[in-house]
């Protein structure tokens, strides 16, 4: 088996109102069924999703969660404005967005965005990631997913990595579940994480500084379906044991 992982040379620093979907075609030759992994900040650029942290007035809740912190307290605001729910608020901040996406700080970043400016994630990520998706389809005939990353760290291990945000035509989960393992065993409860593992491999080639390289191309797997969610990967209030052990701890 094969899959071939390619940055996208010459994308330019993109600035809001760019189409992200042309400058890909343009810098590289797209196959059916490519799978075109983005990185989120390029898509918060070019949505014009940045704001300053002068144009915030905190309220009393970001005020109470500041002086826990070392944060700004027009950032935690700018962050609840971003969250539907707080899960954790120091010494991590951990939110849950108005998408379903659970991370520090609402994905609200810092890195790659102009000097004074913070970006935020695309306010709808599959949205984002479908409209990219269809563009380039449309451009260049070709049948392609789309997976929209971010940088985020996990429990229990240190280190960050690429996650899936929003996808296009590709359903983020692996069902193995009724297939056999190499013992005839049948599988019972696996369900693999397909969206996050790509994102990673992309992740391992955009990196996290000055590389340039928000666009990766990965080629080999076959895995185009119709109509997916990246809500698909979350799982519902009820299920979710981590969702509950985390409110019970004490917050602001
Ligand atoms: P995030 O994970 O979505 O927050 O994105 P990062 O800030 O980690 O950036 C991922 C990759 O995209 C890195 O290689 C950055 O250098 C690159 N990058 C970010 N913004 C731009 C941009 O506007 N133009 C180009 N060419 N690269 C960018
Ligand atoms: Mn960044
Ligand atoms: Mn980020
Ligand atoms: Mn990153």
Redesign the pocket.
């Known amino acids: 088996m094969k899959m071939q992982v390619y940055t996208v040379e010459?994308?330019?620093?993109?600035?809001e109102g760019d189409d992200i979907a042309s400058i890909i075609c343009e810098n590289i030759t797209i196959e059916d069924n490519d799978i075109v992994v983005i990185?989120?900040?390029?898509?918060?650029?070019a949505e014009g999703r940045m704001f300053r942290l002068e144009d915030i007035i905190p309220g009393e809740k970001a005020l109470a969660i500041a002086s826990k912190h070392d944060l700004d307290a027009r950032f935690i605001q700018a962050v609840l404005d971003r969250s539907k729910e707080v899960l954790v608020d120091h010494p991590i901040f951990l939110v849950e967005t108005h998408n379903g996406h659970v991370c520090i700080k609402a994905?609200i970043?810092e890195?790659?965005?102009d000097i004074g400016y913070l970006?935020d994630l695309p306010s709808s990520p599959d949205e984002s990631t479908s409209k990219i998706g269809s563009a380039i389809e449309h451009i260049t005939g070709k049948k392609i997913s789309v997976i929209l990353?971010?940088?985020n760290g996990r429990a229990f291990k240190i280190g960050q990595t690429?996650i899936a945000i929003g996808v296009y035509k590709i359903h983020p989960v692996k069902n193995w579940k009724g297939q056999k393992d190499l013992f005839g065993n049948t599988l019972e409860i696996t369900e693999e994480a397909i969206a996050d593992e790509i994102a990673g491999a992309a992740?391992l080639?955009?990196?996290?500084?000055?590389?340039?390289?928000?666009?990766v191309i990965i080629r080999g797997l076959e895995l185009r379906a119709e109509e997916a969610s990246i809500q698909e990967m979350y799982r519902s209030d009820r299920e979710d044991i981590i969702k509950k052990g985390l409110r019970s701890l004490s917050k602001v």
């Open positions: 010459n994308i330019p620093l993109i600035k990185a989120s900040t390029i898509v918060a650029k994905g970043d890195s790659n965005v970006a990353t971010d940088t690429g992740n080639l955009m990196g996290e500084g000055d590389g340039g390289y928000p666009v």
